[in-house]
């Protein structure tokens, strides 16, 4: 695939076939996504890979603790509800999963159900927790270079025919994966990545989510009509 086929054709991946992925091909996918560019060059990216039974156990955490009404934790602060046309674009791919996948609006066991999926991971083979060291805080400049790492490495995942879907449902009980997968509490997950080879078969793999056109978010400045800067 030439890079433009490959970062349009890139989707997110919400069912997985049970087939492990190997260290060898995590490690391949590492290689790669190593080159985003990140702020002076700082790299501040931490991978923990996290499969087997530590991550059955994080997904029973993770399941237990939404189902006792445990409030989310995460590492950092987040904006809680999205407003205007980012609540819509929001809604409007919620509206093409669940169409997807048959769920009624009113739906409220299935509904359930589909939220359960994402605080087990999607049934992934591999979680990727993505971290940063806390000393960087406030990290916002860090957060934008792990952003830049992960779109790499699941796009390096995609090129090879590996599933992904960047979650920060994973993580909403941060002290779950912190201890069962042994991170320490100085390195702060910023989100988690759910990796497979996709089952093609599971329908909210076939969702496309819509863009905006360019022209909503480009600005030209300083240049003169019909000519380049
Ligand atoms: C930071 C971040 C967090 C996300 N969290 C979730 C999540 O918790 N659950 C989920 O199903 N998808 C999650 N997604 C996936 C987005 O919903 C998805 O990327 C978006 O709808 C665009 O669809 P696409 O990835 O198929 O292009 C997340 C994506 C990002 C970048």
Redesign the pocket.
């Known amino acids: 695939m030439n890079f433009d086929e490959l970062i349009r054709s890139?989707?997110?991946i919400?069912g997985f076939k049970k087939t492990p992925i190997s260290k060898e091909v995590i490690s391949e996918i590492m290689e790669v996504a190593r080159f985003a560019p990140s702020s002076m060059n700082t790299q501040p990216w931490i991978i923990y890979a996290i499969g087997g039974e530590t991550l059955d156990k994080i997904r029973e955490g993770n399941c237990s603790q939404m189902l006792a009404g445990v409030p989310p934790k995460r590492d950092f602060p987040i904006k809680e509800a999205y407003e205007g046309e980012h609540r819509q674009r929001q809604i409007d791919?919620a509206v093409q999963?669940f169409e997807a996948m048959g769920i009624e609006r009113h739906d409220k066991e299935k509904r359930q159900d589909w939220v359960m999926r994402?605080f087990r991971q999607?049934d992934a083979p591999v979680s990727l927790a993505i971290a940063y060291d806390t000393y960087l805080e406030p990290a916002a400049i860090s957060h934008f270079d792990l952003?830049a790492f992960?779109h790499a490495l699941v796009l390096a995942a995609w090129e090879r025919g590996i599933g992904a879907?960047?979650?920060?449902?994973?993580i909403?009980q941060s002290e779950v994966v912190h201890k069962h997968a042994g991170i320490p509490e100085n390195h702060a997950i910023m989100?988690c990545v759910a990796l497979g080879y996709p089952d093609y078969d599971f329908p909210a793999n076939s969702?496309?989510?819509t863009r905006a056109d360019v022209d909503t978010f480009l600005n030209f400045v300083g240049f003169e009509e019909g000519t380049d800067a």
């Open positions: 890139r989707r997110s919400r791919v999963l994402g999607f952003g992960t879907v960047i979650n920060g449902q994973g909403m989100t969702v496309k989510s």
